[in-house]
């Protein structure tokens, strides 16, 4: 159990205890996109509605945080413009990154989660517009599941080495695959 400065308390096992507590101590900020994504999961039973719009919003700005992070000069441009959709930017920007970290010598993000951001997306389009499209509590949740493991490698590819302990192996393995298929081009 962690006491975030917020006043949260986190409950996580001994070892992602260590790790929280050594970023609390080095006066590190919980980044934004996991604040969103935690206010998104929270409110997925009593208003899933808002849940997905959140969810959404954490993803983005997620992406949002690694291009800053890995070209600073880029941090008003993110902050201030509209930028590409979010899934274009995950199916193609990432690699081109300088600096970003590798997994089985790729920074890639799975196809299954690209497309649930994608769906995503489009589903905030129709309640944002049309006040339509709600997901049914199984899509949600897996959309969310998704945007947290986003999140996840997002940390990883921008040095954060304890992140990718936390990512599911499933997602780790779609990760080797496609690292394999690409070293046979």
């Known amino acids: 159990m962690v006491q975030l400065k917020s006043g949260e308390i986190l409950h996580i096992d001994s070892k992602g205890e260590g790790l929280v507590q050594n970023l609390l101590n080095e006066d590190k900020i919980e980044p934004l996109s996991h604040e969103l994504f935690r206010e998104a999961w929270s409110l997925r039973g009593s208003n899933p509605r808002s849940a997905?719009?959140?969810?959404y919003v954490a993803a983005e700005v997620g992406v949002k945080e690694l291009?800053?992070?890995q070209i600073p000069n880029t941090r008003w441009l993110m902050d201030n413009i509209p930028y590409p959709p979010l899934f274009k930017i995950l199916s193609g920007y990432l690699e081109e990154l300088p600096g970003i970290k590798k997994i089985y010598s790729i920074t890639f993000i799975p196809k299954s989660i690209r497309k649930n951001i994608q769906t995503m997306?489009?589903?905030r389009n129709s309640q944002a517009h049309a006040g339509i499209n709600t997901p049914d509590s199984v899509t949600l949740l897996k959309m969310l599941q998704d945007v947290r493991e986003?999140?996840?490698l997002l940390d990883y590819y921008s040095g954060y080495d304890f992140a990718l302990s936390f990512?599911?192996?499933e997602t780790l393995d779609q990760i080797e695959r496609e690292s394999k298929k690409k070293s046979k081009v």
């Open 52 to 55: 997905l719009m959140i969810g």
């Open 67 to 69: 291009i800053a992070k």
């Open 121 to 123: 997306s489009e589903k």
């Open 150 to 152: 986003l999140l996840l």
């Open 167 to 169: 990512v599911r192996k």
